[in-house]
């Protein structure tokens, strides 16, 4: 099975999306929404996992049906204890001493195959102990030495925590502004208008399901702009949008007010810690009502407008007409130049992913921004688990660019597979470096996922002895 959205594998399981999601939190597996996609391991491990538990779980009703009509003599043979390790085939036949051959030979006239030294569930094990008399005890596998490994990616980000110590080497960048906001108030009609393109009409039913980044140019300074997608179902996309970003932009309809996916939005602007703009959109609207919209910032968000004595910075505008868009543009450059936005200009070189996809033509790309230092084609980089040698940089207008300084929104291509839409983008010297890093990750996350595994096999024990 491939990887698979919260939901697909909540069918797969048989389970309720909610329950489902309170189990992977218990497990450690952070997902966002039921949209969030799993990883094809973890997919396969929980499969693994719960189809075990619900068959443990019938089996122990079965065995407890019979307890008492079995012989109580028998039970008295000492239990033989196994570990986890001991679950393949060739380990457990030495464990419970019976020839392996033996095992292989019996469940063959039983029409069942096994084959030697094959990994055993545990409900398998406990059928092949049944077929001999066999009690079994489960016990923890001891714990075996581990050399610790230090986690490659946070050794890079110090890197950069260590050179951003140094404000006089850092050097101004464009700011990164997130759009974000209720479903259909308007939020790619403003980024449409201010880059005069029509993106918001070609949108599958007018509706953003991804998040896309573009660079425009007002009175020669650059801002590049997110967009992000104000459907319920697309939280995650908002949270990472407000992460990349230095300033939010908080699109309010006129005739709408402060909507569910506004409180989201301003929450996770909030958590970001990134100032808030509001635009209040379709002024243009008979019915739009802009006082009403400033009241429900006040009572909704706690926003108090400058002009009520408060500090929030409110525009009304009609992104349709382009009304009061310049004045958009203006407070967005002011509150840009109050944060004295910053960067480190050469190298070293990191991004921030947007989003990840398998392109038909390019394979494995990530839209980034660039954060810090100028990203070339050429460059080997790593992302979480994956990594790859820059093969072209694509800019928000579809050129092909050599290099992408900080702030620029690129897509790069040349991973060598699908990076993880939350991972920080790093230039490294070499392949081998790039390889290195990223299998430490992946052993690391290994290492994660067999003691999530260790304790949820605990707990199936617990719950059958
Ligand atoms: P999602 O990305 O799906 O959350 O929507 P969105 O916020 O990007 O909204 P979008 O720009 O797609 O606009 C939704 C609808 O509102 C479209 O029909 C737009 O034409 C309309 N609209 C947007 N801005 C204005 C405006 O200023 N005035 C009027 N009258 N309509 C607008
Ligand atoms: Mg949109």
């Given at each position: 099975?491939?990887r698979?959205?919260?939901y697909e594998?909540?069918k797969?399981?048989?389970m309720?999306?909610k329950?489902?999601?309170?189990e992977l939190?218990e497990l450690?597996?952070?997902?966002?929404?039921h949209m969030s996609?799993i990883?094809?391991e973890?997919?396969?491990i929980?499969?693994d996992i719960y189809k075990?538990?619900?068959d443990e779980?019938?089996?122990?009703?079965?065995?407890?049906?019979?307890e008492s009509t079995?012989?109580?003599?028998?039970a008295?043979?000492p239990?033989?204890?196994?570990t986890?390790?001991d679950l393949?085939l060739d380990?457990?036949a030495?464990?419970?001493k019976?020839?392996?051959?033996?095992?292989i030979?019996?469940?063959?006239m039983r029409?069942?195959?096994?084959?030697p030294?094959?990994?055993l569930?545990i409900?398998?094990?406990k059928?092949?102990a049944?077929?001999y008399?066999?009690?079994?005890t489960?016990?923890e596998?001891?714990?075996k030495?581990?050399?610790?490994i230090e986690?490659?990616?946070?050794?890079?980000k110090?890197k950069f925590?260590e050179?951003?110590?140094?404000k006089?080497?850092?050097?101004p960048r464009?700011?990164?502004?997130?759009?974000?906001g209720?479903?259909?108030?308007?939020?790619?009609?403003l980024?449409d208008?201010i880059r005069?393109t029509?993106?918001a009409e070609k949108e599958e039913?007018g509706i953003t399901?991804s998040i896309g980044?573009?660079q425009v140019?007002v009175?020669?300074?650059?801002?590049?702009f997110?967009?992000?997608p104000?459907?319920?179902?697309?939280?995650?996309m908002?949270?990472?949008?407000?992460?990349?970003t230095?300033?939010v932009?908080?699109?309010?309809a006129a005739?709408?007010g402060?909507?569910?996916?506004?409180?989201?939005?301003?929450?996770?602007?909030?958590?970001?810690?990134?100032?808030i703009?509001?635009a209040i959109?379709?002024?243009?609207k008979?019915n739009?009502n802009?006082?009403l919209?400033?009241q429900d910032?006040v009572t909704?968000?706690?926003l108090?407008?400058?002009?009520w004595?408060?500090?929030?910075?409110?525009?009304?505008?009609?992104?349709?007409?382009?009304?009061?868009?310049?004045?958009?543009?203006?407070?967005?450059?002011?509150?840009?130049?109050?944060q004295?936005?910053?960067?480190?200009?050469?190298?070293p070189?990191r991004?921030?992913t947007?989003e990840t996809?398998?392109?038909?033509?390019y394979?494995?790309v990530?839209n980034?921004i660039?954060?810090?230092g100028?990203?070339?084609?050429?460059?080997?980089v790593?992302a979480?688990?994956?990594?790859?040698?820059?093969?072209?940089?694509i800019?928000?207008?579809g050129r092909?660019?050599k290099?992408?300084?900080?702030?620029?929104p690129?897509?790069?291509v040349g991973?060598?597979?699908?990076?993880?839409?939350?991972s920080?983008?790093?230039v490294?010297e070499?392949?081998?470096?790039?390889v290195?890093?990223?299998?430490k990750?992946?052993?690391?996350e290994?290492?994660?996922?067999?003691k999530k595994r260790?304790?949820?096999?605990?707990?199936?024990?617990?719950?059958m002895q």
């Amino acid at each position: 099975m491939g990887r698979l959205r919260v939901y697909e594998l909540a069918k797969q399981l048989d389970m309720d999306t909610k329950e489902l999601m309170h189990e992977l939190e218990e497990l450690g597996i952070e997902v966002k929404s039921h949209m969030s996609f799993i990883d094809e391991e973890t997919v396969n491990i929980l499969l693994d996992i719960y189809k075990q538990t619900l068959d443990e779980e019938e089996e122990l009703v079965e065995a407890t049906k019979k307890e008492s009509t079995k012989e109580k003599a028998e039970a008295k043979k000492p239990p033989v204890h196994i570990t986890e390790e001991d679950l393949r085939l060739d380990k457990f036949a030495e464990k419970i001493k019976v020839p392996q051959n033996r095992i292989i030979q019996d469940f063959f006239m039983r029409g069942e195959v096994l084959k030697p030294g094959q990994p055993l569930s545990i409900s398998l094990a406990k059928k092949i102990a049944k077929l001999y008399d066999v009690r079994l005890t489960f016990e923890e596998a001891e714990p075996k030495e581990q050399v610790v490994i230090e986690n490659p990616l946070e050794e890079l980000k110090r890197k950069f925590e260590e050179l951003y110590k140094d404000k006089d080497k850092l050097v101004p960048r464009p700011p990164v502004v997130t759009v974000m906001g209720h479903v259909d108030h308007g939020k790619t009609t403003l980024l449409d208008y201010i880059r005069k393109t029509r993106i918001a009409e070609k949108e599958e039913g007018g509706i953003t399901q991804s998040i896309g980044a573009y660079q425009v140019e007002v009175d020669g300074k650059k801002i590049t702009f997110i967009d992000t997608p104000g459907h319920e179902v697309f939280t995650e996309m908002r949270a990472r949008g407000a992460q990349a970003t230095d300033i939010v932009v908080l699109v309010v309809a006129a005739d709408d007010g402060v909507m569910p996916q506004t409180i989201e939005a301003y929450n996770h602007a909030k958590s970001a810690n990134v100032p808030i703009i509001v635009a209040i959109n379709k002024i243009d609207k008979p019915n739009a009502n802009v006082e009403l919209t400033k009241q429900d910032l006040v009572t909704k968000l706690n926003l108090i407008p400058e002009e009520w004595g408060g500090d929030t910075i409110v525009v009304p505008i009609s992104a349709r007409n382009g009304t009061n868009v310049d004045t958009l543009l203006e407070m967005i450059l002011l509150v840009a130049e109050m944060q004295d936005i910053r960067c480190i200009p050469d190298e070293p070189v990191r991004a921030v992913t947007i989003e990840t996809k398998l392109d038909k033509g390019y394979g494995p790309v990530a839209n980034a921004i660039v954060k810090d230092g100028v990203l070339k084609v050429g460059d080997y980089v790593v992302a979480g688990k994956s990594y790859g040698k820059v093969k072209a940089l694509i800019d928000d207008k579809g050129r092909r660019i050599k290099e992408a300084t900080p702030s620029t929104p690129v897509m790069i291509v040349g991973f060598e597979e699908l990076p993880d839409p939350h991972s920080i983008i790093y230039v490294v010297e070499s392949k081998e470096k790039a390889v290195e890093i990223v299998e430490k990750v992946k052993e690391l996350e290994a290492r994660e996922l067999r003691k999530k595994r260790q304790i949820k096999l605990e707990e199936i024990l617990k719950k059958m002895q």
